[in-house]
């Protein structure tokens, strides 16, 4: 092979760790699969100067910072990434995300957070390269700033709108439990003076009818 065929990768997009494998070295025709599907979203993986794009957990669908996390590399090449041990270990123990109350997928099945909507159409994985130009770039960077902008205002909405219900049915509930243990708040001398103003009233009335 030619040294201008040669491809440098950054490291870290070749981490490759042998705990997660099962004592099982990857395939030499996988690992140049792996390497040259790597190639080919280079472009996509940076952004303007050193920043690096962030991940998605595989489990949680939390985010993964570059430098963190840890990745698994099955023997058919396909890549799982986690953003900490444990959702490793559940995925090792072959938990589906879907039934796990902590997760994005459990929420968004369940219907807690916001799941269709114009703004998720934006970020996905689209394998035609483009050529490379300045101001489209730039564009395009600024253009996903604002979409994540948007995203994040919606998705607030939504949850605040769904607690919205929850909240006047919590105000129904109080109101009936406060009449029910009425008892239980109130002062047992509670009325008394007024009582006492009220009887001295009517006598000084019986007092001057008399006169």
């Known amino acids: 092979r030619r040294p201008s065929d040669r491809i440098a990768f950054p490291r870290e997009t070749l981490v490759l760790p042998g705990r997660g494998l099962g004592g099982k070295s990857l395939p030499v025709e996988g690992l140049r699969h792996f390497l040259s599907s790597s190639a080919g979203r280079l472009g ?6 050193s920043n690096m794009r962030i991940e998605k957990c595989y489990f949680c669908s939390g985010p993964i910072y570059p430098g963190h996390g840890m990745m698994f590399v099955r023997n058919d090449c396909k890549v799982f990434r986690f ?9 090792k123990k072959k938990r ?12 968004k099945a369940a219907g ?27 564009k395009t960077i600024d253009a996903m700033k604002r979409v994540e902008e948007i995203k994040q205002k919606r998705q607030a909405k939504f949850i605040m709108n769904r607690l919205k219900k929850n909240k006047e049915l919590q105000k129904v509930q109080d109101i009936k439990e406060v009449k029910q243990n009425i008892h ?28």
Request: aromatic fraction near 10%; charged fraction near 40%.
């Open 96 to 107: 589906n995300p879907r039934k796990v109350r902590w997760t994005k997928a459990f929420r």
């Open 184 to 211: 239980l708040i109130r002062a047992p001398l509670a009325g008394k003076g007024k009582q006492l103003e009220e009887k001295m009233v009517q006598k000084l009335q019986q007092d001057v009818d008399m006169e």
């Open 83 to 91: 953003c900490k041990s444990k959702c490793h270990k559940n995925f």
């Open 44 to 49: 996509s993986r940076y952004t303007r100067g």
């Open 112 to 138: 807690k957070e916001l799941t269709v909507d114009n703004s998720f159409e934006f970020e996905k994985r689209r394998n035609e390269p483009v050529k490379y130009q300045r101001e489209l770039w730039n």
